[in-house]
């Protein structure tokens, strides 16, 4: 089954504590994203990749980190996470850019 | 002003009735338009891909691009329980608009 897996689902953790959510992909896709949701703000993308060891920032890039070593893994690395990083992440592939995104199950990451 | 937008509802609809959401947008360089439907607790999944003006028809869904407005809608005809969701606009293109840009979102509600 094509999907887009992320991990873990659920996350609460303190401010500082490094942490990453693992996202894979099936599908053979070169391009792959996280992105936030945040209510009232909707989707904005953090990072990007449109290929292996090709990263680039999105919208809302600062606090976060990111890398790119195999085509089907995209993980997102928090690496001093704080409050105001609690959101819903999802991690996103397609074949391009500018065509149909699949996306993840989403992660729900807590900071306190 | 935001770069695209969404009215974020909620829309209460009863079953049956034909729903009509919207997006509009500043940016002329837009050239893909995508609808999402995202459930409660889910990925946004795509359900229509237009690409340019005029309208794109599948089952209960027709999507519509009109770029001399900046204005795209999506209607759903016979409209169901099953269609309660939050329904998300997505474009992209080319130079300025390469970015792949959500709007907030407009949640739906279909009552029995």
């Known amino acids: 089954e094509a999907q887009v897996t992320q991990n873990p689902r659920y996350l609460i953790t303190v401010t500082g504590k490094k942490l990453t959510v693992t996202c894979s992909q099936n599908?053979?896709?070169?391009?792959m994203s996280w992105y936030r949701q945040d209510p009232g703000l909707g989707l904005r993308q953090i990072y990007y990749?449109?290929?292996?060891?090709?990263?680039d920032k999105g919208d809302v890039p600062e606090g976060y980190k990111v890398s790119r070593k195999e085509k089907r893994n995209f993980p997102l690395i928090l690496e001093s996470p704080s409050p105001n990083q609690t959101s819903l992440y999802f991690c996103a592939s397609s074949l391009l850019r500018e065509r149909e995104q699949y996306f993840g199950p989403g992660t729900r990451l807590t900071v306190t | 002003q935001k770069e695209v937008e969404q009215d974020p509802g909620p829309l209460s609809v009863p079953e049956g009735a034909i729903v009509s959401l919207n997006c509009t947008y500043s940016?002329?360089?837009?050239?893909?338009f995508m609808w999402y439907r995202q459930y409660s607790r889910k990925g946004p999944e795509l359900l229509m891909y237009t690409y340019s003006s005029g309208n794109k028809e599948d089952g209960r869904f027709t999507a519509q691009v009109d770029k001399s407005s900046k204005y795209i809608s999506l209607f759903i005809r016979d409209s169901q329980p099953s269609d309660s969701a939050t329904y998300l606009c997505?474009?992209?293109?080319?130079?300025?608009?390469?970015?792949?840009?959500f709007g907030t979102g407009t949640r739906l509600q279909v009552t029995l």
């Open positions: 599908m053979n896709h070169e391009y």
């Open positions: 940016n002329s360089a837009f050239q893909y």
């Open positions: 997505a474009l992209t293109g080319t130079g300025t608009a390469s970015k792949l840009t």
């Open positions: 990749s449109m290929n292996v060891e090709v990263t």
